[in-house]
T-cell receptor, first 112, second 115 residues
Framework: KAGVTQTPRYLIKTRGQQVTLSCSPI?????VSWYQQTPGQGLQFLFE???????NKGNFPGRFSGRQFSNSRSEMNVSTLELGDSALYLC???????????FGQGTRLTVV | AQTVTQSQPEMSVQEAETVTLSCTYD???????LFWYKQPPSRQMILVIR??????QNATENRFSVNFQKAAKSFSLKISDSQLGDAAMYFC????????????FGTGTSLTVIP
């Protein structure tokens, strides 16, 4: 059974640009959550999607958005990138958002 | 909001010895889950062990066990017979059943295993 796949693994962008990250959950999982990991703030929740609907949202500015497709794959978009957006972005999938969550290897975003 | 505190930024243990990682949390809820996740250099978060708050019995998974003290809001992880592969960052996490399903993570404990 394939695990959670995040693409790309690494990304370098310039301030002001926008970026899209992708997450393919484990087959059959309908919940996808996104987390930002930085040395200063640790792991912070961005949002959760379940069956194409955003079910929960963390305390991040509107520049951070996401969506989920009918096949449960999810994308996260960050517009007008800032240096502080440099982080490891982790995606987690679970069957219903409550039970055991499986994490991907993350996308390392560097904003220069 | 729920908070999770890991007061040990770094810990070390001799191979084959036992180590305990500490975690405390703050919540007013009665139903929740607690987790320990391991993050090796590969960056992928791997579930080590899970505890349901309504269960009084401490969870165990092979060499990993927890000491769950609900009244004290404490959730420590004991690793027995430590192995080199246990070296990683360990995160304690809280997950509510009532206020969204997000994880609240602690700041992590970096575990070094000395051969």
């Amino acid at each position: 059974k394939a695990g959670v796949t995040q693409t790309p693994r690494y990304l370098i962008k310039t301030r002001g640009q926008q970026v899209t990250l992708s997450c393919s959950p484990i087959s059959g999982h309908r919940s996808v959550s996104w987390y930002q990991q930085t040395p200063g703030q640790g792991l912070q929740f961005l949002f959760e999607y379940f069956s194409e609907t955003q079910r929960n949202k963390g305390n991040f500015p509107g520049r951070f958005s996401g969506r989920q497709f009918s096949n449960s794959r999810s994308e996260m978009n960050v517009s007008t990138l800032e240096l502080g957006d440099s982080a490891l972005y982790l995606c987690a999938s679970s069957l219903d958002g409550v039970l055991r969550a499986f994490f991907g290897q993350g996308t390392r975003l560097t904003v220069v | 909001a729920q908070t999770v505190t890991q007061s040990q930024p770094e810990m070390s243990v001799q191979e084959a010895e036992t180590v305990t990682l500490s975690c405390t949390y703050d919540t007013s809820e009665s139903d929740y889950y607690l987790f320990w996740y391991k993050q090796p250099p590969s960056r992928q978060m791997i579930l080590v062990i899970r505890q349901e708050a309504y269960k009084q019995q401490n969870a165990t998974e092979n060499r990993f066990s927890v000491n769950f003290q609900k009244a004290a809001k404490s959730f420590s992880l004991k690793i027995s017979d430590s192995q080199l592969g246990d070296a990683a960052m360990y995160f304690c996490a809280y997950r509510s059943l009532n206020t969204g399903n997000q994880f609240y993570f602690g700041t992590g404990t970096s575990l070094t295993v000395i051969p």
